[in-house]
């Protein structure tokens, strides 16, 4: 193996590095010259052909692109976009195999393109393997190949290895063997690498026109990405030939443009539409100046002169008359303009745009940008931030065009457009039936955010993805994980003091049809339904609630259905709970008997705040058929009596307020684990005491009402 040679890039060099691409222009240089390449007008021989110019004739000819449109913003954009492979995530090594029958030259192209020269005497069959790196721009590899029989397995080896293969021919003979030989060698390898053709020694026909000769190519073997002539002799296009293979690795055009169809392909145009949704910040329909200011400036950190927005909106009305310009720069038109980027071989300004909103080569959302590092320590939890809570109160805004304060479908629609959809979550637990909703069933900016709460407390990923999809964007560092926060983790057992949450969930523990569901609706202010539906699958629902001393926070109160035992013995799910609710129906006499055997079979209960209600306080109190009475068997256990309250009364609210503070403040609302002595007696005193009393008023009763 010769070991490879590492050079610093000449002057002349076409990459990322090459000068006159980050050199600042001057602000009249006729900017549009060639494709990529300033400079390229000055060389005789024609430009390059890609493949999407193939049915374009403007592109070989440097006169169209002159003082058009996507001359002024795009060429500026270049400059940006050609800095730095790790601005817009591309690949940042590219490997080029040189190609082609013996004697077409591929020895003397690297040679011109590192020396500069052109050497006419025999040189070494085949270079040793080239490096070239240069700070901030990819480094690539150029490896020489011989085509000759007894090198076919290092070529294929070589071939294999590459990201991309340059095709040298050199006259009649080679040409010919390009489509008979070497196109179908490399596809019978089935490397589908692309392939760049370059026609050498173009010193020696000069009258030959390009496109006549490589579009019947071109046009039979898709993976031929673009064609040039050059000549190693004459260093004419050498730079650009390896410019080219380099571009077609890092800004293929394959993923974006149907040369076949002419047209952008579904995905491109999916992710633009994309773009352009997140783009019109005051949704509208239209870019406006500032937006499109803001997306340049996002996109190639440059900014538009008057003139250059005059461009733009000139050249999408030759195309599309009937666009309101006026008014801005419509989807139609802003995906016009990338259409036209890749027709005149300028789809590396697609890529970048793709790349700024984070879209991979195969133009889905990058995973590091939908699912960024996020760790919730054990018994801490996830919650927005204020950034976050900012951000989702100015998207429901944004989207309650009808301004009643909830968001009915089509808004709802409108606002996840540039999503995949509601999250699963959210479709699972039918939403929004699981918070406020306004009269008419839309839901208000309060369950909106309560929602958010309970996604990001239940599933910080899934707001993160979400936040990604909707265009949160801070000039903080990690993205959108500054959207979220992490509570202090609170201690596992028998918490005290504090506890440094704004979002608390709480399962409501009870028996069968005690009233656990009508809870859950007059938390969200339903109205009562006096009709029975058991629940069988859990069920949340989330609101905020405003404390004592008017500090709000968000509760999140779930019942656990027919899944209750589960969930309790799954330690995990216990400790995400911040408190229980344990209630009964207090005009059933049997229903307090559940909570004792919850508590008996589960002590790991007794390691959480807990809150005792006494449900449908509207209707008659009966005696519990238990050991114990209710009121009796808190006190014992040194907790507050049972809060007595029914679904049907306002006062209801009383409840959510208790079961919050429980959770914040705990320390009083532990239940007692080991029963005092004293108490006992106490208790065996004052029940004695109450039997005495009872027997003696029947015994009084009994003696007033004989018979
Ligand atoms: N006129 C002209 N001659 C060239 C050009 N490029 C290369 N040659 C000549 O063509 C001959 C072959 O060039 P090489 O660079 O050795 O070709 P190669 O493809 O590496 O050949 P093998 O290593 O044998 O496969 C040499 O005599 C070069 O001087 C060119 O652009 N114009
Ligand atoms: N009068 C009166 N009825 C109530 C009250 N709360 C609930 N109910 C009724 O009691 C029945 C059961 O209520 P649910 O809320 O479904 O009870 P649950 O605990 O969720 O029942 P399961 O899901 O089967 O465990 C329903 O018919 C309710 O209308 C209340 O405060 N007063
Ligand atoms: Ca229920």
Redesign the pocket.
Known sequence: MKAPLTVKPSKHFCSRAVPSMTEPREPNESPALSPILPNVASFHLSNPIYRPSLHTVDISTPKPLQKSILATPIIQLLHSSFISPALVGMADTVRIVVCGDEGTGKSSLITSLVKNVFISSKIQPTLPAITIAAPGSVTTTIVDTSALPQELNTLRKEIRRSDVICLVYSDHYSYERVSLSWLPLFRSLGVNLPVVLCANKADLSPGVDPEEEMMPIMLEFKEIDSCIRASAKEQKNVNELFYLCQKAVTHPVAPLYDSKEQNLKPAAVAALQRIFFLCDRDQDGFLNDLELQEFQKKCFDKSLTPEELDDIKTSIKKRLPNSRTEEGVDEQGFILLSKMFAEKARHETVWTILRVFHYTDSLSLKDSFLHPKFEVPPNASAELSPLGYRFFVDLFLLFDKDNDGGLNEDELAALFAPTPGLPASWVDSSFPSSTVRSEAGHITLQGWLAQWSMTTFQDPKMTLAYLAYLGFESDEKGGTTAALKVTKPRKRRRRQGRVERNVVLCY?L?????????????FLNRP?????????KP?TAVNSVELQGGKQCYLIIE?L?ELESAILENEAKLNSCDVVCY?Y?S?DPDSFAHIVDLRARYPQLDELPAVYAA?????DKTTQRAEIQPDVYTREIGMSAPLH?????TS?SELFVTVSEAALFPNNAYPRTEPESADRTNFYIATGVTVCTVMALLYVWKRTNPG
Request: net charge negative; no cysteine.
């Open positions: 409501v009870g028996s069968r049809g005690s009233g656990k569901s009508s809870i859950l609706d007059a009562f339904d006096s009709t029975y539906h058991p629940t069988i069920r019942e259905g209630t129906d005009s449900l449908k306080a509207d209707l309250v029914s679904a049907a009364w209801i």
